[in-house]
């Protein structure tokens, strides 16, 4: 089950304290069966942890806490530790580039944060380091520092936790525009001006390498520690908008594992979307690979009035059924999206839970 950096500041509200809240969250989510958890400890180039690297999350004091305000403790070392006295994994989870999602405004980030630094010192040649782009703000993953600093940040996190993995999800490039990385783009044509790769082939070859270097980092650091990712449903969309060539991480050994966000239903209008038809459009990618592939399955659905999305309205079984379908498709297992969003307390939600719960049981 994932853990959101927006439920994690919840539980820093909550009157009886971030321990008792985080003990409450582990009773609940063993009802269903949860065995491994995926928390985030660093979603907007900040830390759940203290670090010489990035800032105290404000979410660690509440969720309108203040960038870099230190919560008094470590709040890692205790949901790492009451999570593994349960046998239950803990995965540490890690937005690399994302900085601000909302927003491009710097008054909203700690003095110490890397991107803030960056853009309010005097060197020029650093700016392009940090990108306003999608409303927020993020890394660019062309920077060699910023590659750096991602994995020198993985390097900090598993060399002084005892986590059972890392984990990144999809945000990658989070535009295509041009712009993004035009600096760094027209830097390396200049050093490799006989055959330099067209702008979104360049792209997708260092996401890939930086993932490699973390997936490097994590085994060279804690042996038995694992690195995987999340990417959005459509490969063909992680490929032409995100830049992100899984094939080619694959190949490149660069992830353990994989576990895309398959957050449809088996009745959705276009059926290429459809859970079954995206599960075997995975498999079809993972091949014969012996990399486990994992299915991201999204409770945030249940009883959702989106359009295209009656079913998760008319039953309340979905995700069990969707269990079901992974197993039979040899799914190595499943990931619930998200604890707050199963957790809601009314009929619909209770009876998700149920089915689950059935499910296990047998």
């Not at 405004?105 to 380091?129: C, I, V």
């Not at 993953?141 to 059972?164: F, I, K, T």
Request: charged share 25%; aromatic share 14%; net charge negative.
């Amino acid at each position: 089950m994932w853990v959101t950096y927006f439920e994690l500041g919840a539980l820093f509200d909550a009157p009886e304290g971030f321990r008792a809240a985080w003990d409450a969250l582990l009773d609940k989510v063993e009802q269903v069966g949860v065995n491994a958890l995926f928390v985030h400890v660093r979603s907007h180039c900040d830390a759940y942890y203290p670090s010489e690297l990035f800032p105290w999350s404000k979410y660690c004091t509440g969720s309108k806490g203040t960038p870099g305000a230190d919560p008094g403790f470590d709040p890692l070392d205790y949901m790492l530790a009451a999570a593994h006295r349960r046998g239950m994994a803990f995965h540490a989870w890690i937005n690399p580039y994302r900085v601000l999602y909302d927003s491009d405004d710097l008054a909203m980030l700690a003095d110490d944060s890397p991107a803030k630094r960056w853009l309010t010192d005097e060197d020029g040649g650093n700016d392009s380091w940090v990108q306003a782009a999608a409303g927020g703000l993020y890394l660019n993953p062309a920077a060699g520092p910023v590659q750096a600093l991602v994995v020198d940040g993985v390097r900090e996190l598993v060399s002084r936790y005892d986590v059972d993995g890392v984990h990144f999800d999809d945000y990658f490039y989070p535009v295509s525009d041009e712009s993004f990385d035009e600096r760094e783009y027209v830097s390396y044509r200049t050093a490799v001006w006989d055959d330099p790769l067209p702008l979104a082939d360049w792209r997708r070859a260092h996401v890939t390498a930086m993932l490699a270097r973390v997936c490097d980092t994590v085994h060279t650091v804690r042996g038995g520690c694992v690195f995987g990712v999340s990417p959005m449903a459509s490969v063909e969309g992680n490929y032409s908008r995100a830049y992100a060539d899984v094939a080619a991480w694959l190949d490149a050994g660069a992830v353990d594992y994989l576990m895309p966000q398959l957050y449809f239903g088996f009745e959705y209008p276009d059926e290429t979307c459809r859970f079954d038809a995206l599960l075997t459009r995975w498999k079809a990618v993972v091949g014969e690979r012996s990399v486990p592939l994992y299915a991201g399955l999204g409770a945030y659905r249940i009883n959702s009035t989106d359009s295209g999305h009656e079913e998760w309205r008319a039953r309340h079984d979905l995700l069990a059924r969707q269990i079901c379908c992974g197993r039979q498709e040899g799914c190595a297992g499943y990931c619930l999206y998200s604890f707050g969003a199963l957790f809601t307390d009314d009929e619909p939600h209770a009876a998700e839970r149920a089915a689950l719960r059935r499910l296990l049981d047998h």
